[in-house]
């Protein structure tokens, strides 16, 4: 089956960074995406990693290591409006395995 | 980006009714489409692919005859609750995959809240 583990909470401050980890174990592997999700909403797309190294937009990165089956979602400069969850989804064959979510708050 | 919208967004219905969601993709064309359960504080769980023109394909431990998967055109997949419990309760959310693109993106419809009473 499919494991995808990431933290389940995490705290930072206003203009702070955050790093959030995930680590998977999948029987195949077509790239992993970052979604963010508010409470009652749908999640929306952040990033998409299918080859090592880092990508970066604006005040978000995701970092992919396929050897290590690791991969983190850099928060830059954080807001308040950045408070959510993050999902760390793993396509394989099309299909996305999603990991459980980091809710993240961040404070004034 | 692309669009895909779902009606309805809450829906309340008696224990025993059925009840039917769905999701359109607006502004591109989606031969595969996505269902998936999200219950409280829980992660997104794939519950069935929706292919156009054909049977949908269930993950394991979803009953296809309790949730009904119709997929008739290239922008419209529905799925059906039939005889909804309370434990069927759960937020639905459906995505859709551009046929157009290589990217493997899906995109997210904004997920339709279901209680049964």
């Known amino acids: 089956g499919q494991n995808i583990d990431q933290p389940t909470e995490m705290t930072a401050t206003e203009g702070a960074i955050v790093q959030i980890n995930c680590t998977y174990q999948?029987?195949?592997?077509?790239?992993l995406f970052w979604y963010q999700q508010h409470a009652g909403e749908a999640p929306t797309f952040l990033s998409y990693?299918?080859?090592?190294g880092l990508e970066e937009k604006g005040r978000f990165s995701s970092f992919l290591s396929r050897s290590k089956g690791y991969s983190y979602l850099l928060l830059k400069e954080l807001q308040m409006k950045d408070s959510a969850s993050y999902l760390c989804a793993v396509n394989d064959d099309y299909k996305l395995s999603f990991g459980a979510g980091t809710t993240v708050t961040v404070r004034a | 980006g692309a669009v895909v919208s779902q009606h309805p967004s809450r829906v309340i219905c008696k224990s025993g009714t059925s009840v039917k969601i769905e999701c359109r993709s607006l502004?591109?064309?989606?031969?595969?489409m996505f269902w998936y359960r999200q219950f409280p504080k829980k992660s997104l769980m794939l519950m069935a692919t929706s292919n156009e023109g054909s049977k949908a394909t269930y993950e394991q431990g979803v009953e296809k005859d309790k949730f009904l998967i119709n997929h008739a055109s290239l922008t419209l997949s529905t799925l059906t609750v039939t005889s909804a419990h309370p434990e069927d309760s759960s937020f639905y959310i459906c995505?859709?995959?551009?046929?157009?693109?290589?990217?493997?993106?899906?995109?997210f419809g904004p997920g339709t809240r279901l209680t049964v009473l």
């Open positions: 999948t029987s195949g592997f077509n790239g």
């Open positions: 502004d591109f064309q989606a031969t595969t």
């Open positions: 990693n299918v080859l090592d």
């Open positions: 995505s859709a995959r551009d046929a157009g693109l290589d990217y493997n993106e899906q995109f």
